[in-house]
């Protein structure tokens, strides 16, 4: 069954189908009677009532399903080397731009960089703390989860900029602290390992998303279609999550859900692999090619782990209800772009929407 939610192409798509000789119609099969309803620009979002009986028959695959005709491996060295080139290339060429920024990389510039990130650090995330003003609309259960649970209003993402001023001011007092510690490095290197590691992730996850055929992409589609659905952001109707939650006592917690061995998208090493194996590649260029110092390639490893850890945990919360963070507008909306990205092939950069926008890959509503 296949149906559009837009109009954009609406009519090269079914000139292309009546080109092929295939059907330019949808049709849909409830309660026994069959109902055939033309693909228009009036299938809307605003027209909930043909979604509403659209979704239960979102397809989705279960079991063995996944398994059947499923081609070689063949493409993953190859999206690997890809992330691994691009990262190394873009850490190489700023460091080799910024080299000339001398006096940033003597001990008192150093230091006037740790002292103005750290002091905006702590006013972003004394802004991250206030409450929203916003009213917590309660769950309705009739309208599931197509517009989420205690989320911010549609479109909205005014607050997102300070949780991003909050980790760049992070980063770069990181960075600070590194480059004061290994005097040869230049302040900028942590920050630079910082963006590398962005883009491995959003290339990885565009490559879990459209580079069909491989493992990859198989179980990361068991995450989007069988655990949390377009039409169940939150796995009310699934078997594996409902189980998990019967298992523990107690709601998640960001220190929970940031344990490495438990809590990740899939636990699986053809999975999470490549993005590590990227990462690894990454430092390990940077100490052999790019010289840069032992100690920086600990602190970039140490800032890497940190990194995956709470970027998972907060990938994770965002499919639990009543988690400890709702009450703050910026991750209502974070969670907001993350549901889109359940929709849609957008948002791929999870925290960071920088990246989406530079990408053009942002969706602020749907």
Known sequence: ???????????????????????????????????????????????????????????????????????????????????????????????????????????????????????????????????????????????????????????????????????????FAYGAVASLVSPETNVLVIPLFYVAGLIIFYVWHVAAHMIKGVELHRLHMIHHREHYPRHDFYGDQSEFVQDEKKSRDTLHTMLSLMNPTGNSTMKSVAHEGPIVVAIASTIIFSRIVLSVSTITCIFALLGYTFMAMFGSAIHMSFHERNFQLEPYAWYRELRSLHMIHHMEHKNYAMVNILLDFVFCSLLINQ
């Open 1 to 171: 069954i296949q149906y559009s939610t837009t109009h954009h192409g609406l009519r090269a798509k079914r000139a292309r189908r009546r080109k092929q000789g295939r059907p330019t119609h949808v049709q849909l099969i409830t309660s026994g009677t069959s109902q055939i309803i033309q693909t228009t620009p009036s299938v809307t979002m605003e027209n909930s009532s043909i979604l509403d009986s659209c979704e239960h028959l979102v397809p989705t695959r279960t079991g063995s399903g996944f398994k059947k005709n499923l081609p070689s491996h063949a493409n993953l060295p190859g999206t690997i080397m890809a992330m691994v080139l691009l990262s190394t290339a873009i850490v190489y060429s700023i460091l080799s731009s910024f080299s000339l920024l001398t006096s940033v990389n003597k001990v008192h510039g150093k230091i006037v960089v740790l002292v103005t990130s750290s002091s905006s650090l702590l006013v972003s995330s004394y802004l991250m703390s206030q409450p929203s003003k916003i009213t917590e609309t309660p769950y309705d259960a009739e309208r599931g989860t197509w517009f989420g649970h205690r989320m911010s209003p549609e479109g909205d993402w005014k607050h997102i900029p300070i949780a991003l001023v909050a980790t760049y001011s992070f980063v």
